[in-house]
């Protein structure tokens, strides 16, 4: 199939089908004799995991790995958990650094509404924040 059709199915536009192509996620497909890339219907799916891969946050890096692995007829299935597991990890860490954030920004924003800028001493640069690091930093 042509790419035009391919990147209407594959709900991509033609330039990330080709971004993805020169990034080695597609093999290069043949050509018909007029030179247009004549993808083969497996593309779709090739495509559909790549997709899905990065919207669950697998690198372009990651996800050659395990289209190598599947390119050479084995299942990534113990890669792909493996890849699954170190992500989740990562998202949840985040999630507790985005709490003690939001924590911090409310207790600011607490400070902030009962600031007074003409009681704010020279030697502070902004009473909002505390004077002493904070524990733990």
Same mark, same amino acid.
Not at 69 to 98: F, K, S, Y
């Given at each position: ?39 083969? +219907? &497996?593309?779709?799916? =090739?495509? !559909?995991?790549?997709?899905? @891969? #990065?919207?669950?946050?697998?690198? %372009? ?27 989740? +990890? &990562?998202?949840?860490? =985040?999630? !507790?650094?985005?709490?003690? @954030? #939001?924590?911090?920004?409310?207790? %600011? ?29």
């Amino acid at each position: 199939m042509r790419i035009g059709v391919l990147a209407a199915r594959a709900g991509l536009t033609t330039t990330t089908i080709r971004f993805y192509e020169d990034a080695g996620l597609l093999p290069a497909p043949p050509r018909t004799p007029a030179g247009y890339r004549d993808y083969p +219907a &497996q593309t779709l799916s =090739r495509l !559909a995991f790549v997709r899905n @891969a #990065r919207a669950a946050g697998l690198t %372009l890096a990651e996800i050659h790995g395990v289209l190598a692995i599947r390119d050479t007829g084995q299942a990534p299935c113990e890669h792909v958990t493996g890849l699954i597991d170190q992500h989740l +990890a &990562q998202v949840e860490q =985040r999630m !507790a650094e985005l709490t003690r @954030a #939001r924590s911090l920004l409310r207790e %600011l924003k607490h400070r902030a509404a009962d600031a007074d800028p003409a009681a704010c001493p020279s030697e502070q640069v902004c009473t909002i924040f505390p004077a002493a690091p904070r524990p733990g930093q």
